[in-house]
Every structure is written in structure tokens, then in C-alpha cells.
């Protein structure tokens, strides 16, 4: 299944495949839940953004991946970093208001304790293979 989105302003789009059933997280970290975060990633899927405008990065916590935020809007779209698979990424289904997912249940996940190899290597394992393509500025 291929699923569309774009940001609240449009200058991000995603298209996000799976051929799995699509199970949602919500972190209870401070920045996603104050954003109504409901995140989704498939290791065997992948994940296409583009953003008419270069994205901005912003890195907090254990500094190991870049969230990913609309230049215009501000709206959190989703997470990447690079790995020995490649980028790899989550994305914010609700961000990118991707009907057909946004009002699905989420599990809630607390990821407090983990260690940054921990941390990565979860994400190796669970994350979607994503391309970026955004403008220069």
C-alpha cells in the first residue's frame, strides 16, 4: 500500500509503502507529545520526502537523529538518520496528514533509558529506508 501526505503548508510531500499492516507509536517525550505525534516505520518498506525548500534539523536528547521541520509551517514531519543501511527514517502520520492513518490507534512507548547504541540500533532494526530530496536554501 502507498500512502500520501503532505505538510500543513505543502512544501513537504511523503509517500510512505508498506506491505504490512500499519501499527502507530506515540513517544511521551516531551517534544512529540506536545505535537500529537503518532509515528510509523516499516524496515522492509520506504519512505520518499520532498520538500520544496530545505527542511530544518533540529537534534535534542541523545543528538542521533535529525526531526525533520517544515521551513514555513513548522510542522514536524518526520525523523531521519543515516546508518549502515542507509538513511534510515520514521514518519509523523498526523504532521503529514495522511488520512488514511492519522486517526488510527497509537501505542504509547517510553524509550527513556535506552543507550545511544541501544538507540540506534533499535532504529537499524525498525526504521523505513528513506530518500530526501529538498532544495539547496
Not at 68 to 78: R, S
Request: proline fraction near 4%.
Amino acid at each position: 500500500m502507498i500512502y500520501h501526505g503532505a505538510c500543513h503548508c505543502g512544501v513537504v510531500h511523503a509517500e510512505y509503502e508498506t506491505n504490512q499492516p500499519v501499527r502507530l507509536r506515540q513517544d511521551g517525550c516531551g517534544f512529540c507529545s506536545s505535537r500529537g505525534v503518532k509515528s510509523a516505520s516499516d524496515p522492509g518498506g520506504r519512505v520518499a520526502l520532498t520538500a520544496a525548500k530545505r527542511l530544518t534539523r533540529y537534534r535534542f536528547g541523545h543528538k542521533t537523529a535529525d526531526f525533520l521541520i517544515c521551513p514555513d509551517c513548522g510542522t514536524y514531519v518526520a525523523t531521519s538518520m543515516e546508518s549502515p543501511r542507509g538513511r534510515l527514517g520514521v514518519i509523523n502520520v498526523v504532521g503529514l496528514n495522511i488520512n488514511e492513518l492519522k486517526h488510527l490507534p497509537a501505542t504509547l512507548t517510553s524509550l527513556e533509558g535506552e543507550t545511544n547504541n541501544e538507540r540506534i540500533a533499535r532504529r537499524v532494526s525498525r526504521w523505513t529506508p528513506l530518500t530526501l530530496t529538498e532544495a539547496a536554501s
